[in-house]
Antibody, heavy 121, light 108 residues
Framework: VRLVQSGPEVKKPGASVKVSCEAS????????ISWVRQAPGQGLEWMGW????????RSEETFQGRITMTTDTATNTAYMELRSLQSDDTAVYYC???????????????WGQGTLVTVSS | DIQMTQSPSTLSASVGDRVTITCRAS??????MAWYQQRPGKAPELLIY???TLESGVPSRFSGSGSGTEFTLTISSLQPEDFATYYC??????????FGQGTKVEIK
């Protein structure tokens, strides 16, 4: 079971970034995907979740209006787009496997390798 | 939102030591607690879920306990590969997961 993420990105302030997360060796639409980020030297911050079954999403309040999460079941890939980037968005962004059903309490049992997004003018 | 407070933030220990990390939730989360290990430059890995259930493949020297608001992660005999940062995570809130700030286990 693997989640493989896209490569590092360098963006200017105000730009957007789209990170991909390709799943393999499990039934993609049986599990949801959460997104977590980690600023340099800092802890883990949950950003949002998407159901790969019906596209339902939830996001942390601080990212609402700035984050879009989508999936492509034909390619078993989840995407996270973050807009209006600022320097404090510089971080490693992770995808992680979770439940597809929010009524089922679940943690994150499989993680992608991480994608470094650097925001710099 | 449920806040998670981990302590200590840094822990210095030697190989063979027994170490304990504590995590406190701002409100009851029943047993919906997970612990993760993160080595430098790597993604986090799940160690324990439902407060005390060991993830498949995780060595038995790791154990978790607690319920409600107080939880602990214990490593019974620290091994060289255990020097890493550990995070607790609550998953009681529907669609709102939160992590503790992390505990770095360093070599004394």
């Amino acid at each position: 079971v693997r989640l493989v993420q896209s490569g590092p990105e360098v963006k200017k302030p105000g730009a957007s970034v789209k990170v991909s997360c390709e799943a393999s060796s499990y039934t993609f639409n049986s599990y949801g995907i959460s997104w977590v980020r980690q600023a340099p030297g800092q802890g883990l911050e949950w950003m949002g979740w998407i159901s790969t079954y019906n596209g339902d999403t939830r996001s942390e309040e601080t990212f609402q209006g700035r984050i879009t999460m989508t999936t492509d079941t034909a390619t078993n890939t989840a995407y996270m787009e973050l807009r209006s980037l600022q320097s404090d968005d510089t971080a490693v962004y992770y995808c992680a496997r979770a439940s597809n059903d929010l009524s089922y309490k679940d943690c994150f049992d499989v993680w992608g390798q991480g994608t470094l997004v650097t925001v710099s003018s | 939102d449920i806040q998670m407070t981990q302590s200590p933030s840094t822990l210095s220990a030697s190989v063979g030591d027994r170490v304990t990390i504590t995590c406190r939730a701002s409100q009851s989360i029943n047993i919906w607690m997970a612990w993760y290990q993160q080595r430098p430059g790597k993604a986090p890995e799940l160690l324990i879920y439902k407060a005390s259930t060991l993830e498949s493949g995780v060595p038995s020297r790791f154990s978790g306990s607690g319920s409600g608001t107080e939880f602990t992660l214990t490593i019974s005999s620290l091994q060289p590969e255990d020097f890493a940062t550990y995070y607790c995570q609550q998953y009681s809130s529907y669609g709102a997961w939160t992590f503790g700030q992390g505990t770095k286990v360093e070599i004394k």
